[in-house]
């Protein structure tokens, strides 16, 4: 009996498990000139990888041209990428996305304001939020295509196509 009671209160103080947190909305002026990139259309309703990065962080250099692969791969299975470069001028910011031919969406964050609303602690940094808007992964540091796949593939899996038999047609009779 006593040991019920015991494992009875470490249940209730156990609690529920925790849920990833929410991801924080932001707004940036994109760098290509094209208007803005407001996360809140796509939270909730696209999976998005949000990637801080910077003209003078030597990780993100040797790593841009694997942000476009993966952009590329995952854009027609519902997945958005914006990189948010941080501590950057406007002119070193696009001279970056320039040289390393990224076509995913950019903006400016100078001051850090939207990267430590996502606990920004230095570049790269990157946050997978899935479609119910939550944070579900933070990879502080280098990452490579094998390792994001691992997060994302399992967030834009479709349900197998289930065939549905058609209706069968009684036979006639004479």
Known sequence: MRLALILGALLLAAGPAAAAPAAPAFTV???DGSGHFDSRAQLGKQVLVVRFQASWCKVCNQEAAMFERVYKKYRASGVELVSV???DTEADARHFLEVNKATYPAGLDPRLKIANRFGFRGTPYTVVINKRGEMVARVHGRTDEARLAKILDPLVKRAPDV???APKVPA???
């Open 29 to 31: 002026t994109l760098l």
């Open 85 to 87: 470069q941080v501590q």
């Open 163 to 165: 065939k549905v038999p």
């Open 172 to 174: 006639r009779t004479k």
